[in-house]
């Protein structure tokens, strides 16, 4: 099986896995931004934030990275 058809199966499947898992976490530290002690309020704004572009990346970034540099060949 050739890399790219290896990333588009693992999307298929542990991809949404990652979306999901991501989604729900960032929501959950997201709702700490309506707390009215603003360094809590932050907290959860910017944590929701770096949990959203660490998903971003790593279903982006990642696979095109593995492909480019073939770690797995």
């Known amino acids: 099986m050739s890399a790219e058809a290896s ?3 693992s999307h298929l499947s542990v991809g949404r896995a990652i979306f999901y898992t991501a989604f729900t976490i960032a929501v959950g530290f997201s709702i ?3 707390s009215n002690f603003a360094p809590t309020a932050l907290f959860g704004i910017f944590t929701a934030i770096a949990l959203l572009l660490a998903f971003i ?3 982006t970034l990642l696979p095109l990275l593995l492909v480019k ?3 797995f060949a």
């Open 32 to 34: 700490l931004g309506l």
């Open 57 to 59: 990346s790593s279903l």
């Open 7 to 9: 990333m588009k199966e």
């Open 69 to 71: 540099f073939k770690v």
